[in-house]
């Protein structure tokens, strides 16, 4: 394993799945870990990209070189490509990123207020989170580091020191565009499920 980067990246509004945001996910580990996916829009995702790689190519430059990977850890680096890496499934023109982290998220509301409600599969969230490039003598890769969550509303559903910003009014996006892309959004994902599937994912409770 290996440092992670510091640079904090922030999704579009997207579409909550199988999230543990206050008790972590213990199935196939003991210790728990934090996790949720947001589903968004191909275009979104390809708006970030740029991004993404930029901050990994950073990070082999100055903090690879002191990590002390042996030959064949830096060839398996070397040959990450950061979208096939971040993107754990594409249907109907939607990408679907997972996060995680042993550390639960800071969470905060629509209009930045610290947030301890539920979240379920479907409602509609932003999240905050780094990358974490790593490499083992047998295998290397890049995960999302989940490091806060920002609860938008149920279902179809100012900047704080985390980077997020009121949902709404003035802050970049009117409410009614907000509701447009994600109700298209919705539209897309519910085409891509199979027939009977249109009950919630597995709810959260936070405390």
Do not use: C
């Amino acid at each position: 394993m290996s440092k992670p980067s510091t640079k904090r990246f922030y999704t579009p509004i997207g579409i909550a799945q199988y999230a543990y945001l206050s008790k972590p996910d213990t199935k196939y580990n003991e210790e728990g870990v934090y996790r949720v996916q947001v589903i968004i829009t191909e275009i979104e995702f390809q708006a970030m990209l740029s991004d993404l790689e930029q901050q990994f190519e950073t990070w082999m430059a100055e903090e690879a070189p002191t990590l002390k990977f042996t030959a064949k850890q830096e060839k398996l680096l070397k040959a990450i490509k950061i979208e096939e890496a971040v993107v754990k499934t594409r249907e109907n023109g939607t990408v679907t990123l997972s996060f995680k982290s042993k550390y639960a998220p800071k969470m905060v509301g629509p209009t930045t207020d610290p947030y301890d409600g539920d979240v379920w599969g479907g409602d509609k969230i932003r999240v905050a989170f780094t990358l974490n490039p790593y490499s083992t003598p047998l295998v290397a890769g890049v995960a999302l580091y989940l490091q806060a969550v920002q609860f938008v509303e149920k279902g179809l559903r100012t900047k704080t020191e985390d980077g997020f910003s009121v949902v709404g009014g003035d802050a970049g996006e009117s409410s009614h565009d907000s509701d447009h892309r994600v109700r298209a959004l919705f539209d897309l994902v519910r085409e891509a499920l199979p027939v009977g599937t249109g009950r919630r994912t597995r709810a959260v409770h936070l405390f």
